[in-house]
């Protein structure tokens, strides 16, 4: 079955480091692509997505980029603050299964120090 | 209202407790959906709402967990007779179609002791 692999957390940065959080896909044929964060106490929002191959999602400064012959979908951001501390999934959408239920990775949580 | 809410925020059982949990979604929007998270684990997916009728209903881990959502707007999730295994946090999320984004709700956590 479909399946979204992450790297594992929690990942620590300083503020103004580079960001990447890996994320690839096991899917059949051509899901969307999803980047969910959850802040402390808070739901999960969405932060970017991407629906075709070659597609880049970006949003407040994150970025990734639907791959499909590495069936991957990282999650960059060129300088950290602290406030981006959270929990990020990685989830996709199959084309085929009903209602379009999301099927999300482990989560990697982030931490930024001042 | 502006969001999705979910009651009770916090929930402890006794193991064999029924508990029902609550989520209000977004007025108008068609989907729900309900999602169990475990600790340190991504959302899984229990069961899906198209208004009233109840489509997919896949991840629902045993005949002791049942969700409706009768008038196609509120929508409960029972699970019945609780063991300790059902301690996670219960995610609703409602989207106006298949195809719209989705709005989480904040969760409802539910600690079986």
């Known amino acids: 079955g479909d399946s979204v692999t992450q790297m594992e957390g929690p990942v620590t940065l300083s503020e103004e480091a580079f960001l990447t959080i890996n994320c690839t896909y096991t899917a059949t044929g051509y899901p969307s692509l999803f980047w969910y964060v959850q802040y402390p106490g808070e739901g999960l929002q969405l932060l970017l997505k991407?629906?075709?191959?070659?597609d880049k999602g970006s949003n407040k400064g994150f970025e990734a980029t639907y791959r499909k012959e590495t069936t991957s979908f990282h999650l960059e951001k060129g300088s950290v603050q602290v406030s981006d501390s959270a929990v990020y999934f990685c989830a996709l959408k199959g084309p085929y299964n009903q209602g379009g239920k999301l099927i999300f990775g482990q989560g990697t949580e982030l931490s930024v120090k001042p | 209202g502006a969001g999705v809410s979910q009651s009770p925020r916090y929930k402890v059982a006794k193991r064999g407790q029924d508990v029902a949990l609550r989520c209000d979604p977004i007025s108008g929007h068609v989907s729900l959906f309900w999602y169990q998270q475990a600790l340190g684990q991504g959302p899984e997916f229990l069961t899906y709402?198209?208004?009233?009728?109840?489509?997919?209903k896949s991840g629902l881990p045993s005949d002791r967990f049942f969700a409706e959502r009768p008038e196609g707007s509120v929508s409960t999730l029972k699970i019945q007779r609780t063991q300790q295994e059902d301690s996670a946090v219960y995610l609703c999320a409602s989207s106006q179609s298949r195809d719209s984004g989705y709005t989480f709700g904040s969760g409802t956590r539910l600690t079986v002791v």
């Open positions: 991407a629906t075709k191959a070659d």
């Open positions: 709402f198209q208004n009233e009728a109840q489509l997919d």
